[in-house]
């Protein structure tokens, strides 16, 4: 079975131009996503896919694998699958799984993309899957740039949404809080499509590619990690993430030999 990842990233954010490549503790951010990608035990290989040349020419620097993609990508999943496509024809090789690792989740692990891939290979019926974690405050949970999910008894995603969901204005004092974290494996069939579909009503709304599944009738598998993350969509996110990757745990070293 071949699994690999791909970090879809542009310099052009309409919320944080230039995210990809601001430094955290020396490191642009999506050198971060790569090296911690790179140490997951599960993927065979790691690739950039960008339409900016600025960020390919920091992966030749790193020695990262990268992708040239089209500039016209809405969704990083169209980019994803343009550049899976290319990667095959390169290597005249299927993919099986494509992990799609969002550039701007600079506190994965290796071990969280390695516990959303575990699902999607042990059942071959589960077409995608995304990871989602606790969130700790309610400041967080009222955010409207993180994602929340909830889900169903049988961990598949009812709905997402940017606004706190479940609602707790009903008195109750607490409520399950789960933020979506953007690891999320794809069966390469589904991958491709899902990019064939067109962008759904919720999806639009919520600016949330996964309702584009569940609008049609799919399921989204989630997973719960326990390891704290936090997307950087804004320069305050930026800064607060320098503050808690202060104590770094993972060695890049064994990564950057790779």
Known sequence: MKIIGIIPARMGSTRFPGKPLATIH????????YFRSKKSQLLDEVYIATCDEEIQQYADSIGAK???????????SDRTAEAMLKIEKSNSCKA????MIQGDEPMITPEMIDAAVSPITGDRTIEVVNLMATIESVEEFEDPNEV??????????????????????????????YKQVCVIPFQREFLLEFNRLEQT???????????RVLENGGKVHMVPVST?????????DLREVVSMM???????APALSL
């Not at 008894?153 to 204005?169: H, M, Q, T, V, W």
């Not at 009503?201 to 309702?211: R, T």
């Not at 704290?228 to 305050?236: H, R």
């Not at 202060?246 to 890049?252: A, N, P």
């Open 26 to 33: 020396g490191i642009p951010m999506i050198g971060h996503v």
């Open 66 to 76: 990268c992708i040239i993609t089209s500039n016209s990508h809405e969704r990083c």
């Open 96 to 99: 099986d799984i494509v992990v």
């Open 148 to 177: 929340k999910v909830v889900v169903g008894n049988d961990n598949n995603a009812l709905y997402f949404s940017r606004e706190p969901i479940p609602s707790r204005k009903k008195g109750h004092a607490t409520v399950p809080m």
């Open 201 to 211: 009503p919720l999806e639009i709304i919520e600016s949330v590619d996964m309702l």
């Open 228 to 236: 704290i993350s936090k997307s950087v969509d804004t320069p305050e």
């Open 246 to 252: 202060k104590v770094e745990d993972i060695d890049y």
